[in-house]
């Protein structure tokens, strides 16, 4: 993944950044804050859990799906359960076509990020989802 400068519209946005790859971890939250979001970090599936509960609400997560303790996965399921609707960014290098179902599942506000990507992919799904904040959550129908 590489970093390029971007012309797009600044990120006013407060997003939580999980993965267990300190370089990976370190890459995407400071593109983001370069994108001028307020980045939060977590390392583990438990602490992006943590982090949810005492540092939200975000206006949306990226999360690596292999961290120790519990995935990123898991950890957003349990957030939805928990009725945490916050969009999310589901980035993994693994090649299991069942996870692509497994993030739809999640709803019409998460997308599936395979690694290794660009930069500039990432920053295009974050600016898809951010722009439905304020409105009802992307693949639900619009109510007047």
Not at 112 to 137: C, I, N, W, Y
Request: proline letters at 6%.
């Amino acid at each position: 993944m590489w970093l390029a400068q971007t012309q797009a519209m600044p990120l006013d946005a407060r997003i939580l950044v999980a993965d267990d790859d300190p370089e990976l971890l370190d890459v995407v939250a400071e593109g983001l804050t370069r994108l001028g979001a307020d980045v939060i970090r977590a390392t583990t599936g438990a602490e992006l859990i943590d982090r949810l509960a005492e540092d939200g609400p975000f206006d949306l997560v990226v999360t690596d799906i292999a961290m120790p303790w519990i995935t990123g996965l898991r950890a957003i399921h349990a957030a939805r359960t928990a009725g945490v609707g916050t969009p999310v960014i589901v980035m993994t290098g693994l090649g299991d076509e069942a996870i692509r179902a497994r993030v739809e599942a999640l709803g019409g506000n998460a997308a599936l990020l395979k690694k290794p990507f660009d930069f500039a992919d990432l920053e295009s799904l974050a600016t898809k989802l951010l722009s439905h904040r304020g409105r009802e959550p992307l693949g639900r129908p619009l109510h007047s």
